[in-house]
């Protein structure tokens, strides 16, 4: 008898499906490290999730009592939920090793530093929260930043048509 081959699993964008960003916080920030956490949803918030409505702009992460905890982050709720909705802006806990979480509670304690919510997405079935403990910026840093990208698109821009 002949041998069947295997099916090859589907590799590209069905395994990494983005639902939102937070852009303003690459600017706003400083990142000092980032982290990959899963989430507590209900089954009303997946399937709004699905349809692509999120909002992370004003959301942050409390860490209390050894705990993360996803606040003010906008998932709508579900146009054909029942009685059984979920909450618009309720907080939601946030699926961390232990380990990462008090490596993180030191760093949170310092003055000056948060944690914020940088991208929700869907990662195979599941849904992910790609977090970062950031310290803001003062405005001659965005300056700073700024300036060092276009002098980096400039550079780029002299090689190319160096190269042509």
Known sequence: MARHKKK???TGPQEHRSIAKN??????????EEMEVGISL???????LRDGVCSLQEAFIRLQDGELTLMRAHIPEYAFGNKQNHEV??????????KEIT???????EQGTTIIPLEI??????VKLHIALVRGKKQHDKRADLK?????RAIDRAFARKDR
Do not use: M, N
């Open 42 to 48: 209900l089954g009303t918030e997946v399937k709004s």
């Open 121 to 126: 997405y869907f990662f195979k079935s599941k």
């Open 8 to 10: 090859a699993k589907p």
């Open 148 to 152: 060092s990208a276009q002098d980096k």
């Open 89 to 98: 802006l309720r907080p939601r806990k946030l699926l961390a090793h232990r």
């Open 23 to 32: 852009r303003k916080a690459r600017h706003d920030f400083e990142i000092i």
């Open 103 to 109: 490596k993180w509670e030191k760093a949170y304690k």
